[in-house]
């Protein structure tokens, strides 16, 4: 028994590898670089730096503002489309769920770009219109499977129940469906909100770089600023890295809360 | 509307699923008000599904439901004056208990004040008082299902359905339950439809049970009438314990089976018809017997309360004589096998053990003997006379014997009869003309009468010796000369109603 239990735990080494090396050292290495300077010494002169630079903070807000949208509009198109999904009974429910899938088989920088060639093909200007457009086509996906999820795993007497006592469909999902589908919400918002405030692939053949969001700050600050600015994209990063956590940590929080009661 | 004298009137209600099956097949009943009904039927009866057409959760295909008098068979279920208590519960895991209890009141927009009375009062019913703002989920089953009640009963429902309400519960939990809800019943005084598999739960609890099977229903009335004048071998072998034989009613009053006469009650079942008898175990007199079939004076001295002479009722009554093959302790009686002298099994059930091998004489009052008229005496189908000596029915080609061509012409419709015990089954299916799945086995004393369902869904019955499990895959073979055929137009009444037969059983 304790034999096989360490051949188990043998088994997650090259998974704790895997973490050490890609995961671990680089964040340690994103905090050292965004807490020193060139020389390598100690400073915060780069969180300074960023802070009082109206311009960036600016950016930083509005992609912020962007992601919240591209949540919201995600999760009103979203969760509609989940609850068809999952209360219609399809006779092949896998095939509709594909359906929301497939545009994933494809890279999303293919699709974006393809977003592209189909705004200028209609003549539609790029701009802040066509990046939110471009980001919902893309994350929208991982609002509805979650969402999807919980719906489908609901155990149908629940809603029997709910009509049983009085509640007719509108009730029967305001306090019942609705409530008990706040976790896939959740995890749908997290994994929409995330991948949206850091992107910048999106704005940049979106809007021809015509919007800067936090993202394509930090990637210049790599990409085009040279050693130099290693610092500063860092300290860039870490900021990212604290809101994203923030979200998820938020969700959580707000997940078990819901569990309890807190909403009704 | 005029008010109508039941609370619930469920009228010729039929649910045919997708797959054509149907789940109720012309099901009726009546629900006096206060009433405590349970539908009791194995796994796939339709017992759950009458219930959910009650509730509205499931519409009838055909037939009408009325609630105190008023159609209700296409309301939606939240207009529905009843309220259901789920197999699994069903409470609502993001609200506490308090919330749960209130939910239908809070729908309904009851005052706060009001509110926790009438919950605090729910509660207290269903001895959850300390409960209140428990987690549901941090609830034990019992706990839940006492909860679940409770939220059911608060809403003042005219008529309270149970589903299967304790088939969660441990024995001994299921056992107190039962109790509380039988007292519940009497004081809230609402009626009560509970559903249920097990026969010991319908007959402690009802005022009436309604047997069902295969969507049909078999018998309605009293726990003491159903377990004491089963209507017919399903609902004798599904309730209680039971010795079905077949058996002659000679003439009025007297019945013949085990190579005997015994004189019974029954009447009206015409001279030498053939029927089944229905004998409870615990009905059969035993004692251990001497060569003359008297009371043996010289044993069981050591057990005081057993008195040779008390065991056998006054009176002249058939007595019958076998050996004890097995007994088996049960608690407080022993369940004794005997085997008659004609071969016959017989279950007996007695507070004195007789050892396996002891010789016993038995005899069995005339009020304990329940007759029954048979459903059918043969195997009954409609059939189409084939070239070449030939019949089709069943889906099938059979040979038949090369007389018949005088008698019949090709294309010509035919009754075909076929006597129970001529029905050839065997182990592999491919072996057979047709092959099908054994569906129902019921042991007749000396021999198994067994109902297979073929493929195609009908049924052929079968009397055998042989073993065999429900669910088996077997072989149908009928030999040609075992084959009857008869004119169609002569017995046309009676093939419509095998044919309704065929369905049903």
């Known amino acids: 028994m304790i034999r096989l239990f360490q051949n188990r735990r043998s088994w997650a080494a090259p998974y704790i590898l895997f973490l050490v090396l890609l995961v671990v050292l680089p964040l340690v290495l994103i905090a050292y670089y965004a807490f020193t300077d060139a020389a390598g010494h100690f400073t915060i002169a780069n969180f300074v730096q960023f802070f009082t630079k109206q311009e960036a903070v600016n950016t930083f807000i ?14 009103l198109l979203g969760y509609p489309a989940a609850y068809i999904m999952a209360m219609r009974s399809f006779s092949t429910p896998q095939v509709m769920a594909m359906l929301f899938i497939l545009p994933m088989w494809i890279n999303f920088l293919l699709r974006t770009i393809a977003t592209v060639e189909l705004f200028h093909m209609f003549g539609i200007p790029l701009g802040e219109g066509a990046l939110l457009f471009g980001m919902v086509y893309d994350f929208l996906p991982f609002m509805i499977y979650p969402i999807y999820n919980t719906l489908q795993k609901m155990d149908v007497s629940l809603l029997e129940a709910a009509h049983d006592l009085g509640a007719n469909r509108v009730q029967t999902f305001t306090k019942v469906v609705f409530p008990l589908s706040m976790p896939g919400i959740y995890s749908g918002i997290v994994m929409v909100f995330m991948p949206t405030v850091s992107t910048f692939a999106i704005s940049e053949l979106l809007t021809h770089n015509k919007i800067t969001l936090f993202g394509s700050l930090i990637q210049r600050s790599f990409g085009e600023g040279g050693i130099a600015m290693w610092n500063y994209g860092a300290a860039l990063s870490l900021i990212m890295l604290i809101i994203i956590g923030a979200t998820s940590f938020f969700g959580q929080d707000d997940t078990e809360a819901e569990q309890k009661g807190g909403l009704l | 509307m005029q008010k109508s004298q039941f609370i619930i009137e469920v009228n010729h209600v039929s649910k045919q699923f997708g797959d054509g099956k149907f789940a109720l097949n012309d099901v009726s009943l009546q629900v006096t008000k206060g009433e405590f009904v349970t539908i009791l039927g194995p796994s796939g009866c339709g017992k759950t599904t009458l219930l959910r057409c009650i509730a509205g959760f499931q519409v009838a295909t055909s037939g009408d439901i009325l609630l105190n008098g008023s159609d209700v068979t296409d309301m939606p279920p939240h207009q529905r004056p009843v309220n259901t208590v789920f197999q699994k519960y069903a409470l609502f895991p993001h609200l506490n208990v ?51 009640i409770a939220r059911a009963i608060i809403n003042e429902p005219e008529v309270l359905l149970l589903d299967e309400p ?21 004081k809230l005084g609402i009626t009560f439809i509970y559903v249920t598999h097990d026969q010991e739960e319908a007959l402690t609890l009802s005022d009436r049970i309604v047997v069902m099977r295969e969507g049909k229903i078999q018998q309605i009335g009293t726990p003491t009438d159903i377990y004491n004048e089963p209507q017919n071998c399903f609902v004798a072998n599904f309730i209680g314990e039971s010795n079905i034989l077949d058996a002659v009613m000679v ?19 015409g001279e030498d018809t053939e029927v089944d008898v229905v004998i409870r175990p615990e009905d059969v007199y ?9 009371a043996d004076q010289t044993d069981f001295a050591d057990q005081a309360d057993y008195d040779p002479d008390d065991r056998i009722p006054k009176g002249h009554f058939t007595r019958f004589y076998g050996e004890v093959i097995s007994s088996i302790f049960k608690g407080v009686h022993y369940e004794m096998t005997v085997k008659t002298e004609d071969g016959y099994e017989f279950e007996v059930q007695d507070y004195h053990e007789f050892k396996p091998g002891t010789k016993v004489g038995m005899l069995v009052k005339p009020e304990d003997i ?18 070449q000596n030939r019949v089709g029915f069943l889906e099938a080609e059979w040979d038949v014997p090369e007389r018949m061509s005088e008698r019949f012409e090709a294309g010509e419709q035919v009754q075909v009869e076929v006597d129970f015990n001529r029905v050839n089954l065997q182990d592999d ?24 369902r073929t493929d195609d869904g009908d049924d052929i019955f079968v009397d055998t010796n042989d073993i065999w499990d429900v669910g088996d895959r077997v072989g149908i073979k009928i030999a040609p000369s075992y084959i009857r055929l ?14 309704d037969q065929t369905v049903s059983k």
Request: proline share 1%; glycine share 6%; hydrophobic share 40%.
């Open chain 1, 62 to 75: 509005y992609s912020i503002a962007i992601a919240v949208i591209t949540t919201l509009i995600c999760l």
């Open chain 2, 98 to 148: 308090f919330d749960n209890v209130a939910f239908g009141l809070k729908l309904r927009g009851v005052e706060r004040e009001e509110m926790i009375r009438r919950v605090r009062k729910a509660l207290k019913m269903v001895s959850m008082s300390d409960y209140e703002y428990r987690d549901v989920d941090s609830l034990s089953g019992g706990q839940q299902q006492r909860v679940a």
């Open chain 2, 166 to 186: 304790l088939a969660a519960l441990d024995r001994k939990m299921r056992a107190d339950m039962q109790m509380e809800l039988r007292d519940m019943h009497r």
């Open chain 2, 251 to 269: 003439r009025d009053r007297l019945v013949r089976f085990c190579g005997r006469d015994f004189e019974c009650i029954d009447e009206g079942f």
């Open chain 2, 286 to 294: 035993i004692w251990k017997a001497d060569k003359q079939g008297n």
């Open chain 2, 370 to 387: 329940q007759v029954m008229r048979k459903e059918r005496l043969c195997n009954t189908f409609a059939g189409i006379y084939m070239p």
């Open chain 2, 429 to 452: 299916e491919e072996e057979g003309v047709l092959a099908g799945e054994v569906h129902f086995i019921l042991y007749k004393g000396d021999h198994y009468h067994i109902t297979i």
């Open chain 2, 486 to 499: 008869k004119k169609k137009q002569v017995k046309e009444q009676q093939t419509e109603q095998n044919d």
